[in-house]
T-cell receptor, first 112, second 116 residues
Framework: QQQVKQSPQSLIVQKGGISIINCAYE??????FPWYQQFPGKGPALLIA?????SEKKEGRFTISFNKSAKQFSLHIMDSQPGDSATYFC???????????FGTGTRLAVRP | DTEVTQTPKHLVMGMTNKKSLKCEQH?????MYWYKQKAKKPPELMFV???????INESVPSRFSPECPNSSLLNLHLHALQPEDSALYLC???????????????FGPGTRLTVL
């Protein structure tokens, strides 16, 4: 019940295209869903996060869509750029807790 | 200051060596974390310190020994490691579970550890 499933494992998108990464969770006690971006040799950086009381959150070119009934959430990267090429991890946790449960990661490559 | 710093950036050690990893934050956070990350995998939680007390140990072997000297500093002491312990070791910090909001975790750049 602690798993977060993430897909696809890897993604290739042309510059200017839309990148979409999907995650699904099982534990209904999770109430905080962050996305992290990680470049090679660097630590994960918090990109954007959502709570289950909203269905969508947008920050610049990054949008999280959240479907509470389906227990799914996704990251959309609009107008994808080569500089977005990185590994993206979804995660989930109870807001009151310390333990983050990570998805397995998606390696995104944006071709010029 | 909104960053978590880690030293050293790279560390190569033999199986009989003793070394330490260091982590520092000046965001006033009260929870600090150690994670281990293998290539192409997500970070795996090792330890959590909350208000300078060890609150979570994810059944980590005793050759890894954490220490939290104060609320800004976190160390990870390494002794008699195995080659399979080679990984990126990440430190993170957050306000702490009693700090309200969503207790977001902020990660440092990591220490790349190689055990020969």
């Amino acid at each position: 019940q602690q798993q977060v499933k993430q897909s696809p494992q890897s993604l290739i998108v042309q510059k200017g295209g839309i990148s979409i990464i999907n995650c699904a969770y099982e534990n209904t006690a999770f109430d905080y869903f962050p996305w992290y971006q990680q470049f090679p040799g660097k630590g994960p950086a918090l990109l954007i996060a959502i709570r289950p009381d909203v269905s969508e959150k947008k920050e610049g070119r990054f949008t999280i869509s959240f479907n509470k009934s389906a227990k799914q959430f996704s990251l959309h990267i609009m107008d994808s750029q080569p500089g977005d090429s990185a590994t993206y991890f979804c995660a989930a946790k109870k807001s009151s807790g310390d333990k983050l449960t990570f998805g397995t990661g998606t390696r995104l490559a944006v071709r010029p | 200051d909104t960053e978590v710093t880690q030293t050293p950036k790279h560390l190569v050690m033999g199986m009989t060596n003793k070394k330490s990893l260091k982590c520092e934050q000046h965001m006033g956070h009260r929870a600090m974390y150690w994670y281990k990350q293998k290539a192409k995998k997500p970070p795996e939680l090792m330890f959590v310190y909350s208000y300078e007390k060890l609150s979570i140990n994810e059944s980590v072997p005793s050759r890894f020994s954490p220490e939290c000297p104060n609320s800004s500093l976190l160390n990870l002491h390494l002794h008699a490691l195995q080659p399979e312990d080679s990984a990126l070791y990440l430190c993170a910090s957050s306000q702490g579970s009693s700090g309200g909001a969503y207790n977001e975790q902020f990660f440092g750049p990591g220490t790349r550890l190689t055990v020969l």
